[in-house]
């Protein structure tokens, strides 16, 4: 096994059948720096891959909690009556659909084959239900409404095959002056 990896008579014997724009792939004189360049081209793309979904997952955070923000005149609870005297009730909701990007869904693979908690579907669902909400304040605000009593979430996981794709994250309530 070990003249496999490390035999270039092999190697460029293999090597040389094969097209040269394939060859191009293969750069090395054995298996193994073969094996070497492309396992090191993988953790590199890996960690650009990474680094680029952080960077985006963190933007869009900033960009939420600003919305909130903007939105915070509008209060909500969970009664499902408003003690004060209220007017004019109209339903909102804010509904969002949001998935993992393939470099945490690498990791979520990783984390189930081997056990234990999965931080990142925690983070889907805060992040889907902070969205949601301000979409539902947003409506309010278009509304003319100060408050939204009765607030609840529906959660529906979109599913292929036993993997879960997608979350579709609903929050709605009744909006008052």
């Known amino acids: 096994m070990n003249d496999f990896l490390t035999s270039s008579e092999f190697y460029q014997e293999v090597i040389t059948k094969l097209p ?18 492309n396992a090191a081209q993988a953790i590199l793309l890996f960690i650009v891959a990474w ?18 923000k903007n939105l915070s005149d509008i209060h909500l609870n969970t009664l499902r009556k408003s003690h ?4 004019d009730g ?16 690498f990791l979520i693979f990783w984390r189930k084959l081997f056990g234990g908690n999965i931080s990142y579907y925690d983070r889907l669902v805060i992040k889907g239900r902070r969205v ?9 605000n278009l509304r003319g409404m100060s408050k939204v009593v009765g607030v609840r979430f529906t959660t529906t996981a979109l599913t292929n095959r036993k993997r879960v794709k ?7 309530g009744t909006a008052v002056k």
């Open 51 to 68: 680094s680029v979904v952080t960077y985006l997952e963190r933007r869009h955070l900033k960009a939420i909690g600003a919305q909130e």
């Open 166 to 172: 997608g979350v579709e994250i609903v929050a709605y």
């Open 132 to 140: 949601a909400v301000v979409r539902m304040k947003e409506e309010a």
């Open 90 to 105: 109209v339903m909102v909701a804010g509904s969002v659909v949001i998935a993992h990007d393939f470099v945490r869904s």
């Open 84 to 87: 004060e005297q209220t007017s």
């Open 20 to 37: 040269s724009w394939v060859r191009a792939f293969f750069p090395g004189e054995n298996m193994l720096e073969v094996f070497l360049y």
